[in-house]
């Protein structure tokens, strides 16, 4: 089930520069979750920046933090530390643009495209 979720203004920067990292060398994004998502791989992870739907990133894994991760999953880009131990992570790569940006005020949480039937059918026609 693909899902949506909002990117906080106060993250917008440090989204960018992890955006040209992966770019630039490889490897992948990350977001922390305190409860499993309704998502499997090869399911979509939209993003709300700035009142618009931007784009998505293809889900590769989903995983809940064990093994005395107690302080988080250390981000290689910014050097901060996310989630903590029992959080779930969605890690996403293969990023595609949206055609033409879809208006979506921006939320705290998830939203699953599924259950917003016009939205699912203005993204899955519009993705490049």
Partial sequence: MDMLVTTPKSEIDNSRR????????GGYWFRTFRFKP??????????????????????FKVEQMTGGLKNGFQCETT???????????IAYKDWH???NQVSFKGFQGIRYIDRLPDLKEKLRGDAK
Avoid: C, H, T
């Fill in 79 to 89: 050097g901060r530390m996310w989630g903590n131990e029992g959080d779930w992570i």
């Fill in 38 to 59: 309704k998502v499997e791989p090869s399911d979509r992870i939209y993003f709300v920046e700035n009142g618009q739907i931007r784009g998505y990133g293809i889900i």
């Fill in 18 to 25: 992890e955006g040209e990292a992966v770019e630039a060398d």
């Fill in 97 to 99: 643009w949206l055609k």
